[in-house]
Structures are given as structure tokens and as C-alpha cells.
């Protein structure tokens, strides 16, 4: 039952990150870095603070008893993940938002499932337990299931500039192929960020954290994300003269992109923590947290696209390669819970 728990958790915090970005639409007059950097700080600097002090008995005892070394590795994978978000965004500017997805994601959930137990030498040693061959068969799903959706989307996109009758002139595999690939791996250490600062985990879970004990993991990772972010966004507001923003708007509209802006915060850090609560529940598989999140982040953001009638304008073959890979996303899902059940049993 443990397992099943972590996965409900997990679906939680996928739906949030599914959700995340839909406020952008209603962002008025500010620049990109604007919005992204209000909302950065927000979710990976705020809030892993106000949460962690609140979730974390003892907080400060525990920051003392931690060790230093994996305080300084989950940092530091934090902003190699920062850096492979802002890859991701500028890929999608060349590859559109479909095959930035199918591409990146599909590497990020094979690289950060495996990466933590073969850096720490129990790869051959997880493939060998009872549940294993589910656990492969649910990656091996995943990632086919993530490609279709990335067909479908690229479809998709072909279908909508056939009905407008216009050319995407931003669309180019040479600059976008690259950046995808290191987006996808730099993402994927996110994951491995977790992993490395379990020893903190652990001291917090000694002064009563309980599940919440990845909660202060969070100080780390997600403050180093913030730090590379935050690099990016000010030397774009330094090169397009844009700091002006947050001020010199009308005030209705300013105060309106602020409660936007904490909005995307809040939900892209909510999928931090139900992730927290989940990984510790996935017994000795706790690795494919990282895979059955992102299948989940795909899954729910492709059933909320044609919720919302995204693919209304797509042919029927379009539709029929989504659902297909809606379905084949489902059974990845169930074949990693399978896996760790089996195993935690």
C-alpha cells in the first residue's frame, strides 16, 4: 500500500506541473525573464524555505548535523538542472513545444531513473530483484509512449500551419536537436540532485520530518536552480533594458501579473513537494520516482490539452496516435507500480 500511496502522491504533483504554466497566458505586458524571474523565486527559492521551516522539526539542528558534501551535490546538481530548464524553454522556440517534450523528457526519464543507483554501484543489483523486468518494461513503455506523444504533437502543430496556411520560420532541427538532448540530460539531474542529498533527508527524518523529510532537501536543490535561473534572467533583462517592468506598469495590470506569477510558483513548487512525499514511499525502487513523474507530467498534460480542446483542428490520425500514446503512458504507469510493488512485497 505504500507504494500505491507514492504513486497517488506522485500523480498529485505531476497534475500540479501539468498546470504550472497555464498562467503565462493571462501575463500582460512583461517580457519573459520578467515573469520568469518573479516566478523563480518564488518556487525555488521561497517557498523550499517557508515550507522546510514549517515541515522540518528542528531545522537548524538539522542544517548543523548535515553533511556538508551533500548539501554542496544536491546544490550543485540544482543549477546543472536550472541550466537544463532554460535549454528546454529555448528549445522550444526551435523545435515547438511537441517534439521539445518527446525528445527531452524521453532522455530525462531514462537518465535520471538509471543515473542514481548506477553512480552509487547498485544498477546490477536492482535489475536482479523479483520486480525488475516490470520496472524495464515500464521504462521501455515510457519512453515510447512520451516519443508518440511527441509525433502526435509535431502533427499536430503541421496540421494548424496547414489550416492557417503559414510557415514556421523559427523551426530548425540543427539548433534545436542540441539543445533538447542537453536539456534532457541536465533535467534529469534533478532527480539525482534528491539522491545526493539524502543524508540530509535522513537527519531530518531522525528529528521527527517523517515524509516531509525531503522537504529540506529542497533548500539545496532548488536554491541552485534559482541561482542559474536568475544568471540567465538578469543578463536578458540587462541586454533588452526591461527591469523597468516590474514597476512602471499600470498598477491594476502589475499587481495582476505579480498574483500570476506566485500562482505558476506555487504550483510548480507543489509538484516539488507531493514528489517528496511520494519518493520515500517507493520502497527499493525509490529511483523511478524521477521516470513515473515525468510520464505522469505527459500523461496529464496531453489529457488536459484535449480537455481544453487543444486538438480540435488536428485530423483524425493525429488524434488517434495521442490516444494511442495516452494509453501506452497508462501502462507504463502501471507496470513501474507493478515493479515496486512487487519488490516492496
Request: charged share 10%; net charge positive; aromatic share 14%.
Amino acid at each position: 500500500m505504500s507504494v500505491i500511496a507514492g504513486v497517488a502522491f506522485h500523480a498529485i504533483g505531476a497534475a500540479f506541473a501539468a498546470l504550472c504554466y497555464t498562467p503565462q497566458k493571462k501575463v500582460r505586458q512583461w517580457s519573459w525573464q520578467t515573469y520568469w524571474l518573479a516566478q523563480a523565486f518564488v518556487c525555488w527559492f521561497l517557498l523550499p524555505i517557508i515550507v522546510a521551516w514549517i515541515t522540518i522539526p528542528d531545522l537548524m539542528e538539522v542544517l548543523q548535523q548535515a553533511p556538508t558534501d551533500a548539501m554542496w551535490r544536491s546544490f550543485g546538481l540544482g543549477m546543472a538542472y536550472g541550466i537544463g530548464g532554460t535549454a528546454f524553454g529555448l528549445t522550444i522556440r526551435y523545435l515547438g513545444f511537441s517534439l521539445t517534450y518527446a525528445i527531452s523528457i524521453g532522455i530525462s526519464c531514462v537518465v535520471g531513473t538509471l543515473l542514481p543507483p548506477l553512480v552509487r554501484g547498485e544498477l546490477a543489483w536492482v535489475l536482479q530483484q523479483s520486480g525488475s523486468i516490470w520496472i524495464i518494461v515500464g521504462m521501455l513503455l515510457g519512453v515510447i509512449g512520451i516519443t508518440l506523444c511527441g509525433i502526435a504533437g509535431r502533427f499536430k502543430e503541421l496540421d494548424l500551419l496547414k489550416f492557417k496556411a503559414t510557415k514556421d520560420e523559427n523551426f530548425s532541427v540543427a539548433k534545436g536537436l542540441p539543445l533538447s538532448i542537453l536539456a534532457g540530460v541536465l533535467s534529469a539531474l534533478y532527480g539525482f540532485s534528491i539522491d545526493q542529498g539524502q543524508p540530509i533527508a535522513d537527519i531530518a527524518f531522525e528529528h521527527g520530518a517523517g515524509g516531509f523529510q525531503t522537504n529540506v532537501v529542497y533548500l539545496f536543490s532548488n536554491t541552485g536552480a534559482f541561482i542559474t535561473t536568475a544568471v540567465y534572467c538578469i543578463f536578458l533583462h540587462n541586454k533588452s533594458k526591461t527591469w523597468r517592468e516590474f514597476k512602471t506598469i499600470k498598477a491594476p495590470k502589475l499587481h495582476w501579473n505579480y498574483l500570476l506569477a506566485i500562482l505558476t510558483g506555487m504550483l510548480w513548487y507543489s509538484q516539488f513537494f507531493f514528489y517528496g512525499l511520494g519518493h520515500v514511499r517507493m520502497g527499493a525502487y525509490k529511483f523511478t520516482s524521477w521516470d513515473i513523474h515525468m510520464l505522469m507530467l505527459v500523461l496529464f498534460s496531453m489529457l488536459a490539452g484535449l480537455a481544453l480542446r487543444e486538438w480540435k483542428q488536428s485530423r483524425r490520425p493525429t488524434i488517434m496516435i495521442l490516444l494511442l500514446a495516452i494509453l501506452i503512458l497508462i501502462l507504463a504507469v502501471f507496470s513501474l507500480t507493478l515493479g515496486n510493488s512487487l519488490t516492496s512485497g
